[in-house]
């Protein structure tokens, strides 16, 4: 089996003192992972260098068998983000998106490359100066789409009103009208109208000029514990994000 593809590295784990196992994802195969022997150590034709940047890389993998660890042969950087790890609150939030897709679990019709296309201009946006925190709260709420998360915003996860829309239940994904959330008033979190707006829009890049700092916070942490729920433990780059983006 042999995969040659555009990637971005999600995760790397160190495999004895030379070598990594990194995860990457790519258009058409998802996420794959494969062995990056003495990477760690530098590498042949600076390996090492693309596996460790947000860089749009150019891999290839192969592998015995289809279900087997595959080797990857090379890793070129075809697009690369040098500016990006030197601006501490979008490193942090391109980590989060990262560490999000890394999470979530590829949905079957996942070939069409939107999840790679997705964190990919994502992680461009991020390099050429955009606001970490807009980039982190639209790509969460976009990924989550994609990953068969997606909000119900139009109406309600209770009855399926479309009017008097107050809350959101990050439980059931979605609005709820002011009659279904009355008696859990106190725990749902309350939402606006440009909120729900910000939710139902599928469009990429997201429009979120509707929103304030505050209406983005809340978005972004909406996603947060969208994603929360889903993984085995708190997503780790939440809070150092937090604090490096001062939200
Ligand atoms: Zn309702």
């Given amino acids: 089996m042999r995969i040659s593809a555009r990637a971005l590295a999600l995760r790397r784990v160190p495999f004895r003192d030379d070598s990594w196992i990194v995860t990457l994802v790519t258009p058409k195969h998802g996420v794959v992972s494969a062995m990056a022997r003495g990477a760690r150590l530098g590498g042949r034709d600076g390996i090492r260098g693309a596996l460790t940047g947000f860089h749009t890389l150019l891999i290839e ?7 087997a660890l595959g080797t990857l042969m090379r890793a070129e950087i075809l697009e690369s983000r040098n500016h990006l790890p030197f601006l501490p609150d979008a490193s942090a939030a391109g980590q989060l998106l990262l560490e999000a897709v890394h999470r979530l679990e590829m949905p079957y019709d996942a070939g069409d490359g939107a999840i790679f296309e997705c964190l990919d201009s994502a992680l461009q946006a991020l390099e050429r100066g955009a606001d970490p925190l807009a980039v982190a709260a639209g790509s969460i709420s976009r990924l989550l789409g994609l990953f068969g998360h997606g909000w119900r915003a139009g109406d309600c996860v209770g009855c399926g009103s479309r009017s008097r829309l107050r809350f959101i239940s990050v439980k ?60 085995p433990r708190p997503m780790s780059g939440d809070l150092s994000f937090q604090q490096l983006a001062r939200v």
């Fill in 61 to 67: 993998i192969r592998a015995r068998a289809p279900d």
């Fill in 172 to 231: 059931r994904g979605g609005a709820v009208c002011e009659a279904c959330g009355a008696p859990y008033a106190d725990r749902l979190p309350k939402a606006g109208e440009a909120i729900f707006a910000a939710m139902a829009d599928r469009s990429w890049p997201p429009r979120l000029s509707g929103l304030s700092r505050e209406e983005m916070f809340f978005f972004y942490r909406l996603g947060m514990e969208a994603l929360n729920r889903i993984g």
